[in-house]
């Protein structure tokens, strides 16, 4: 059995960006060729619609938790602007009603596990921050100390 190697790059190692460019490439693959220089710069801005989704993956990935959730919602923000082309294209010929179902279909998969990968860095950001939080009264409870008294001072160094 052959041992997957990490990439130097991590984002690479997530599905979400796998399939984002799968869809970037689908987009391409699918549109009607350009008659025009309307249908062309249509396309063009599809395509880079399209391939944003994965450079804010990319993009995010190497940031904090905080940016990249930041980042994958601007890759959401991709998404729904295809959704936008898609209809679009469907209006202007540019592609079938097989196509437009399979790019909402595609689209749908994206949105879900962005969301699910979103959610899944809320809650480890919420257990680092509850951690923190504990470790904090932890070093704060050393510092107390209490005098003759019995009253507890804290002392912090």
Not at 8 to 13: A, G, K, L, N, T
Not at 102 to 112: A, H, I, K, Y
Request: proline letters at 1%; glycine letters at 4%.
């Amino acid at each position: 059995m052959e041992e997957k190697v990490p990439s130097f790059f991590r984002f690479e190692d997530l599905r979400i960006y796998g399939k984002a460019l799968d869809y970037g490439k689908w987009v391409i693959q699918n549109l009607r060729e350009a008659h025009n220089e309307n249908e062309s710069r249509f396309n063009k801005t599809f395509v880079k619609s399209a391939m944003s989704i994965a450079v804010c993956i990319a993009e995010g990935s190497s940031r904090s938790k905080v940016q990249f959730d930041h980042y994958l919602k601007n890759a959401k923000t991709a998404i729904r602007e295809c959704v936008v082309f898609t209809t679009m294209a469907k209006g202007l010929g540019m592609l079938n009603e097989a196509q437009t179902e399979r790019s909402r279909e595609l689209l749908m998969e994206q949105t879900r596990m962005i969301g699910a990968l979103i959610i899944s860095l809320q809650r480890t950001r919420h257990n680092d921050e509850e951690e923190t939080t504990l470790n904090e009264v932890s070093d704060a409870d050393d510092n107390i100390v209490n005098d003759d008294y019995g009253n507890e001072t804290n002392f912090d160094f």
